[in-house]
């Protein structure tokens, strides 16, 4: 926790913005922070939120010092860090690391002056999104995994591959959805910053082979010897048939004849996405 000098926040907007900055997460987009934003427990505000605050003070300007919160916030901001998981099945997982962001009003010889409280409070919240899932949201087809319970803020559905139920909370699984409507998987993870393009070709590998799996059950993705058609069918679906078409062609003269179709749409993917 510290004392940050900047201007005043007023905003979710601004302390989610405080918090990118703080953490040297400057890269990340607000929005992506903004799709985490109820998947937090704000009661970690009220049983540790003022008590932090009270050490902070007392530690910055004396034990004796007044205090009271600003009228805007105070405010609980997720910092999500990304990981890409092989077992018990393919997955991303979300480490959510909670950010307490409180404006103050603090009494210093006889003038109050205003300053704001920024740091980590709380343990992280961890989030799993599975790639048989991230692929039943591109497909709109979530009916194929049975709901196992409901309270109102999560549902927890049976997965194939999971050793338990998967539970996400429901603002985030329609958020997530409404983005993919509009975005592909890939340009969404680049929008994580640096954490995103190195999981991207990961990511978008293990999408590929969910997609065909179908047509060649005797031979995986990861060893059939790629085909061009095999690569634009995936990147269309992915980014549509211009953009695919334009990623193809510049990826083109870094593909070997040998490689797997796993390989080729990586390699694709991560040469698109240095360009961003």
Not at 17 to 41: H, I, N, P, Q
Not at 72 to 86: A, N, Q
Not at 93 to 107: D, E, K, N, R
Request: net charge neutral.
């Amino acid at each position: 926790m510290r004392f940050s000098n900047s201007n005043r926040v007023t905003s979710i907007d601004g302390a989610i913005c405080l918090v990118l900055k703080e953490a040297g997460r400057e890269d990340m987009s607000e929005d992506v922070v903004g799709l985490f934003l109820k998947s937090l427990d704000n009661t970690i505000l009220h049983s540790e939120g003022e008590k932090v605050i009270q050490i902070e003070v007392h530690r910055q300007y004396g034990r004796n010092t007044r205090w009271r919160p600003a009228a805007e916030g105070p405010w609980l901001i997720p910092l999500p860090h990304l990981r890409y998981d092989s077992l018990p099945a393919p997955m991303i997982t979300f480490s959510l690391q909670p950010y307490l962001v409180s404006g103050l009003i603090i009494q210093v010889n006889g003038h109050s002056i205003f300053n704001t409280l920024v740091g980590p409070i709380g343990k992280p919240v961890k989030l799993m999104l599975p790639m048989i899932f991230l692929q039943a949201l591109l497909d709109d087809d979530l009916r194929s995994f049975a709901i196992m319970s409901k309270d109102g803020i999560c549902t927890s559905r049976n997965v194939p591959g999971l050793n338990e139920p998967l539970t996400l909370p429901d603002e985030f699984v329609a958020e997530l959805l409404w983005i993919l409507e509009r975005r592909s998987v890939v340009s969404w993870l680049l929008s994580f910053g640096a954490h995103g393009r190195s999981l991207a070709p990961q990511v978008a590998g293990s999408l590929l082979g969910i997609q065909f799996r179908i047509k060649n059950e005797d031979l995986p993705l990861t060893e059939q010897v790629w085909s061009k058609e095999v690569i634009m069918e995936g990147l269309t679906k992915m980014f549509g048939v211009t953009k695919a078409k334009e990623m193809f062609n510049k990826g083109l003269s870094n593909l070997k004849p040998k490689m797997t179709n796993e390989e080729v749409f990586r390699l694709i993917i991560q040469l698109a996405g240095q360009e961003e």
